[in-house]
């Protein structure tokens, strides 16, 4: 491994960790419509991306601090709690991977899910730029986020 990578790596996961424990401080707070963005806005790049499965209640592209802030709406309306569970940092470097345990109970229905999440996570400058979530089960949590 070069130097070069080693830093970066060192640098994602460092970036990475941060997000999640900015993450936790904002929902901690109140989350949407209660705490700021700010708390989160460091660790992303003004013109960040997030890329969402179209299939979910919250799916679509995502840009920008502003995106950002509608996507943590959009999950809020849809879940009443999303608990991230063990998380595994399968690769870091430019490009990150971290396969997240999740457990979530929809607003709409009550319903509880477990389910896995993989997340490919550019990072450049020490901010993350893009996001990538792949979710084992779309039609699951479609299905389980819906009023009948």
Not at 18 to 28: C, G, I, L, T, W
Request: charged share 20%.
């Amino acid at each position: 491994m070069t130097t070069e990578h080693t830093a970066a790596a060192q640098d994602s996961k460092t970036v990475l960790t941060a997000m999640y424990e900015a993450e936790s401080r904002y929902f901690a707070a109140g989350g949407p419509n209660r705490a700021s963005f700010d708390l989160l806005a460091p660790c992303f790049a003004p013109d960040v991306v997030m890329h969402q499965a179209k299939a979910l209640p919250y799916g679509g592209t995502w840009r920008g601090h502003d995106g950002m802030a509608r996507f943590l709406r959009a999950m809020a309306q849809t879940w009443e709690s999303f608990e991230i569970g063990e998380q595994e940092f399968l690769a870091t470097g430019e490009t990150a991977v971290v396969h997240t345990q999740v457990h979530a109970r929809a607003r709409a229905t009550g319903r509880e899910l477990a389910f896995p999440v993989l997340q490919s996570i550019t990072v450049r400058g020490g901010r993350i730029v893009e996001v990538r979530p792949f979710y084992w089960d779309t039609a699951a949590i479609a299905e389980a986020t819906k009023a009948r």
